[in-house]
């Protein structure tokens, strides 16, 4: 059974930072693409990085700068280093897999979601300002 599991949510000021775990079971993230996502209640749900599975990252305009995306292949975990938060990163976010050696898109294509297969429960990152 495959898992995705998010950690490391929460509620900071502007300006701090916050380090999300994805850890995963089931599927080996090194031979994936995996992706960070993001939905804000009543909007659609938009990508903050794409990473293949040499552990190149293409980030969103809004990530880039201030967002870090790591693997660590051993744990089988994917992390998403955020910092400078602004009170707009505010959103539920979301870890994802595509099926092994699935083609990696940019974050920003519109059919980028069609990728993966698999996808964890959120974790929610508050902002305040």
């Known amino acids: 059974q495959v898992q995705l599991v998010e950690s490391g949510g929460g509620s900071v000021q502007a300006g701090g930072s916050l380090r999300l775990s994805c850890t995963a079971s089931?599927?080996?993230?090194?031979?994936?693409?995996m992706g960070w996502f993001r939905q804000i209640p009543g909007k659609e749900r938009e990508g903050v990085s794409t990473t293949d599975n040499n552990g190149s990252t293409n980030y969103a305009d809004s990530a880039k700068g201030r967002f870090t995306v790591s693997k660590d292949n051993a744990k089988n975990t994917l992390y998403l280093q955020m910092n400078s938060l602004k009170p707009e990163d505010t959103a539920m976010y979301y870890c994802?897999?595509?099926?092994?050696?699935?083609?990696?898109?940019?974050?920003?294509?519109?059919?980028?979601?069609?990728?993966?297969?698999?996808w964890g429960q959120g974790t929610q990152v508050t902002v305040s300002s």
């Open positions: 089931g599927v080996t993230i090194s031979s994936r693409c």
């Open positions: 994802a897999a595509s099926p092994r050696f699935a083609r990696c898109p940019r974050p920003t294509l519109p059919s980028v979601e069609a990728t993966f297969r698999y």
